[in-house]
């Protein structure tokens, strides 16, 4: 089983950054490729990037070219690098895994992710 802890969100003002982080823990090998999603109050989970095992990432149109996610494999940590941040970004992050690969293939389908953390809330204003 892989354990994910998300950290780092927080309140700040449109233009400004953040840096999510999550830990990855338990059978780590699970976790073959990550993503972050976020999850408006009644609304569905929106992809927003991925890392591939070799590294290869994928965004969402909406955060590309503001967002940037990272890993560091040796520590088992996953990133995402929040810049030039706008109020529409405002919602609850997740981290999320699956032991087979293609999270970018699989980003807008959060069915596709069998790990999740418990999400770390951004607020933009």
């Known amino acids: 089983h892989v354990q994910l802890v998300e950290s780092g969100g927080g309140s700040v003002e449109a233009g400004g950054s953040l840096r999510l982080t999550c830990a990855v823990s338990g059978h780590t090998s699970g976790a073959h490729c990550m993503a972050w999603l976020r999850q408006d109050s009644g609304k569905g989970r929106e992809g927003v990037a991925a890392?591939?095992?070799?590294?290869?990432?994928t965004y969402a149109d909406s955060v590309k070219g503001r967002f940037t996610i990272s890993k560091d494999s040796t520590r088992d940590i996953l990133y995402l690098q929040l810049d030039s941040l706008k109020p529409e970004d405002t919602s609850m992050y997740y981290c999320?895994?699956?032991?087979?690969?293609?999270?970018?293939?699989?980003?807008?389908?959060?069915?596709?992710?069998?790990?999740w953390g418990q999400g770390t809330q951004v607020t933009v204003s």
């Open positions: 999320a895994a699956r032991s087979g690969g293609f999270c970018g293939y699989l980003l807008h389908m959060s069915a596709a992710f069998s790990y």
């Open positions: 890392i591939e095992h070799n590294g290869t990432a």
